[in-house]
Each structure stands twice: as C-alpha cells, then as structure tokens.
C-alpha cells in the first residue's frame, strides 16, 4: 500500500479529519472512519487508534520519523496544519484504509 496514489489519499483524509473532524483526537478520528467505513467507530477501535496517534506523535517527535518523507514536500497545509500532526493522522489514514473491512466486499 506504498503506491502513490493510495499515499495520497491517505493524506487527504489526514488532513480532512484535522481540519473537518473536530477538535478532539476521538472526533477527528471518528470523522476519518465514518468516511471511510461509512458505520461509526466503536469505543475500542477509537481507543486503540488514539493510541496509536499518540505512539505516532511521539514517533515525530523524537525523529524517528520524518514528517516530510511521510506527507511529502510540504511543511504545512494550505490552511497551516503542523506537518507533525498531519503526518501522524497519514499514519492513522493509512491503517483505515488498509483495513480489510476497507478494502473486501462481503
């Protein structure tokens, strides 16, 4: 799933969910799974991506990750997203639409 245009995407949700979803990490993050699933998240699945937000955060913080190589060239979106936090919810993007529940139709 490194394929450009899914990267893309994943990183248009990011910043959707930032700039759409609402001002907490459970909104934002309940925003990007409705979009994609189209059901709403259960308390666990938000927990667990929470945390897995967090663990990205502190990932780009210490320079274990680079921002830039994940959201690409840009410092910020247009409207002044922190590459940091747009870069940690690309993360969060990319495992929701990696879920199998995303990408197989029963």
Known sequence: MNDP?????ARA??????TEGGATDEARISYAFRRVL???ASRVE???LVATLQKQRQRLSSGELNASA???LQSDAPNRVPANEWAAYTVVSRILLNLDETITRE
């Open 5 to 9: 245009t899914f990267v893309d995407c």
């Open 13 to 18: 949700l990011a910043h959707r969910a930032l």
């Open 70 to 72: 994940i959201i690409g």
């Open 46 to 48: 938000i927990a667990r």
């Open 38 to 40: 189209a059901r709403p």
